[in-house]
């Protein structure tokens, strides 16, 4: 992992900084974002200690760039994006280990871990078993607010492959939640 | 709008709300009843994202493919059989070791080209008590050479699989045959009647070939000093 800037919201993991110096009010609001942050890239990842990692890097190079934001209020779906292409980086610079889920929420899908409200936890699974191309847009409009034209901005699709891949992840949630899977009517596109 | 228009955009944004679409819902009950299905999913789904499933396994816990069970397993066979191979070829004792300390110090002995003389041999083989049956044309390099205190001879001999070294030890008395393979050599230390006769080659070889006959090719004179 790299080293942070001092001062930085990152410098430590976790870690909350004293809000002080003309910088202050943007640590604060980097800050109060990182448990969404934290979360977006969960999903993306799979995986929470390398979302955590995400997140460190993603914010390290939010502060680098920060003169970039001009509108605070526009720092969500800004930070968000950067986690986004973080996570692609991180698969980029070394292919990480891949650990068959089916085999991981098997295990886990143990009476320990099972909880109340049986159908949210199936879901909740269902969901990280979905393929990439599917969960990032789900995780992305949900998640994220991001509209359909925004997101096919940020995944280079055209606005109607981007339509597909949201009307399949929740074709294939349907029938896990015990509905029938509606046709598939969206135009063919080599996914799972 | 269609019907498969409608589902297409219900079913990636539930929370749509086109006058197109309101206008198709309003004549459509199985594509309004459909939104209200995938709206009631939605509202699942937010909720299931608000937390992701704790499935990080501690990497200590996690267990390795069945593949890489199997690959440790062989390769820690593999290695027992190399410190296995090693440890039974290795020399045998400093016998072993100082012939072939001997015969690396001496690497040009492998790289004759030409037959050593009659004389040449005899030189070789005075004061070890020896003599040869051997052809001279088959012998590429002869010197007497100090080894553990006396003079051996030192012979290179042109054999079919290419150059052997040999060492006629009339002092050294091994109990029994000793094969050993040390610094890119193999070679075998022979009981001969008098004393002992070390072959070597570079690489992997059989010698107990040329062991044996050279063990029928020396003959061991009654007045060694």
Redesign the interface.
């Known amino acids: 992992m790299r080293n942070s800037e001092p001062g930085s919201p990152v410098s430590s993991i976790g870690g909350r900084l004293p809000a002080a110096g003309a910088d202050a009010p943007l640590t604060r609001l980097f800050e109060s974002m990182r448990p969404d942050l934290l979360?977006f890239a969960?999903?993306l990842a799979?995986?929470?200690?390398?979302a955590e990692d995400i997140v460190q890097e993603a914010l390290l190079r939010a502060w680098r760039s920060r003169d970039a934001l001009k509108d605070p209020s526009a720092a969500r779906p800004w930070l968000l994006t950067i986690v986004r292409r973080e996570h692609a980086r991180l698969y980029e610079r070394k292919r990480l280990e891949l650990?068959s889920?089916d085999e991981?929420?098997e295990?886990?899908a143990s009476p320990r871990f099972a909880e109340p409200g049986g159908?949210?936890?199936a879901?909740?699974?269902a969901?990280?078993r979905l393929p990439i191309e599917y969960r990032e847009p789900?995780?992305l409009?949900?998640?994220g607010g991001f509209t359909?034209e925004e997101i096919a901005r940020e995944l280079a699709l055209s606005a109607t492959a981007?339509?597909?891949r949201?009307?399949?992840a929740?074709?294939k949630?349907?029938v896990i939640?015990g509905?029938a899977a509606?046709?598939d009517?969206?135009p063919r596109e080599n996914l799972p | 709008m269609t019907c498969d228009e409608a589902r297409l955009l219900i079913g990636a944004d539930p929370g749509a709300a086109t006058t197109a679409l309101e206008e198709h819902l309003a004549t459509c009950a199985a594509c309004a009843r459909f939104r209200d299905e995938m709206r009631s999913l939605d509202a699942d789904i937010r909720r299931a994202l608000e937390r992701p499933p704790d499935i990080a396994r501690p990497r200590s816990d996690r267990q390795p493919p069945r593949w890489r069970q199997w690959a440790l397993a062989a390769s820690v066979v593999l290695a027992t059989l190399a410190v296995l191979g090693v440890w039974l070829l290795r020399p045998s004792d400093t016998l072993a070791r100082e012939v072939v300390a001997h015969v690396q110090g001496e690497p040009d002995s492998w790289l004759a080209t030409q037959h050593v003389s009659a004389q040449g041999i005899t030189q070789a083989l005075h004061g070890a008590g020896v003599a040869l049956e051997i052809t001279s044309d088959k012998i590429m390099y002869a010197q007497s050479c100090w080894f553990r205190g006396h003079y051996v001879p030192h012979l290179v001999i042109q054999t079919a699989r290419g150059p052997a070294t040999v060492l006629i030890l009339r002092h050294e008395q091994p109990r029994a045959r000793r094969a050993f393979h040390e610094a890119g050599m193999s070679g075998v230390i022979v009981p001969a009647e008098q004393g002992s006769i070390a072959v070597l080659t570079r690489g992997a070889g059989d010698l107990d070939d040329l062991a044996g006959q050279m063990q029928h090719d020396v003959h061991w004179l009654a007045d060694a000093h």
Do not use: G, S, Y
């Open positions: 979360r969960h999903w799979r995986d929470r200690a390398i650990v889920l991981v929420v295990t886990q159908e949210l936890f879901l909740r699974h969901i990280m789900l995780v409009q949900v998640l359909t981007v339509l597909t949201l009307f399949r929740r074709n949630l349907r939640c509905l509606a046709p009517l969206a």
